[in-house]
């Protein structure tokens, strides 16, 4: 594996999935492609059998509709796993159904929002306006969407990126990753963060922030980035030799190239 290949792969490791760290800087020569990467390793499924608090479309017998329903939970019963759900008949109170896993599986849409919380007191939809979710979960890039296509056609250890992320075209990652700005980013949802030449004004979550040497603002990232240490309470730029082993031995071969801080926020 190519040493910077490695190095993000330590860091989605580290930072997303067992938030060792709150916050990486990383300078390196092609940002895009990088948090593209960071997307690949961090990437997670939504599959059945679905957990308590999934959002999906249920069909209404007879009609070209579909109820928006979550998921309660599942149980076995007579041998059988059985979803309980949640919905809402018109202006009816909500309601609880079971339904055999097998049967449900064969009808229901996993719906692409999962994060709305008054899903089921939304209106029903018919089927044409249905938007599904593919079941792959990314970090979201706080970035302007463009100029990505020339990283989604990238090659990495061997495969396109665009493969490897599950994509045919630049429509398909943005219906795939969630691509904000600064001043939108939800602090709630957005747990796993990816910056693309912007410093945060805050560290919430996990963070992994890109800089490219060759910005025009480069010089600037430097004092923004002293003072987000200063104002940010209890946090801590880790020293070489506190890095866990295997971060440590790729960060001693990519330091030169890759400049990198690592973050602990107590």
């Not at 990486?24 to 599959?47: D, M, Y």
């Not at 909500?94 to 999962?114: G, T, V």
């Not at 089927?127 to 989604?152: K, L």
């Not at 219906?175 to 945060?200: G, M």
């Amino acid at each position: 594996m190519h040493p910077q290949v490695g190095l993000v792969k330590e860091l989605v490791q580290s930072i997303f999935k067992h938030q060792q760290f709150s916050c990486a800087i990383l300078v390196c020569k092609n940002p895009k492609l990088i948090s593209l990467l960071c997307c690949e390793f961090a990437k997670t499924k939504l599959s059945s059998p679905y957990p308590a608090g999934t959002n999906l479309y249920y069909p209404i017998d007879g009609t070209n509709k579909y109820s928006k329903v979550k998921i309660q939970e599942t149980t076995e019963i007579g041998g059988d796993i059985w979803y309980k759900f949640a919905l809402r008949r018109g202006n009816n109170p909500i309601c609880e159904q079971f339904n055999r896993l097998d049967d449900f599986d064969k009808k229901a849409k996993l719906a692409r929002d999962q994060e709305g919380t008054d899903w089921i007191d939304r209106n029903n939809v018919v089927v044409d306006n249905i938007q599904m979710h593919s079941g792959t979960f990314f970090p979201t890039i706080i970035s302007q969407f463009r100029n990505f296509e020339e990283a989604i056609y990238e090659e990495i250890e061997g495969s396109m990126l665009k493969s490897l992320l599950g994509i045919d075209s630049l429509v398909d990652l943005k219906s795939a990753i969630r691509f904000t700005s600064e001043s939108k980013v939800d602090l709630e949802h957005d747990k796993n963060r990816v910056w693309i030449n912007t410093v945060p004004d805050r560290i919430d979550n996990n963070n992994i922030v890109l800089l490219s040497a060759a910005h025009s603002r480069f010089v600037e990232f430097k004092s923004e980035i002293e003072s987000l240490f200063i104002r940010t309470e209890s946090a801590e730029v880790l020293q070489f030799e506190e890095l866990p082993q295997n971060l440590k031995s790729i960060v001693e071969i990519t330091a030169g190239t890759n400049p990198l801080s690592i973050w602990r926020v107590r």
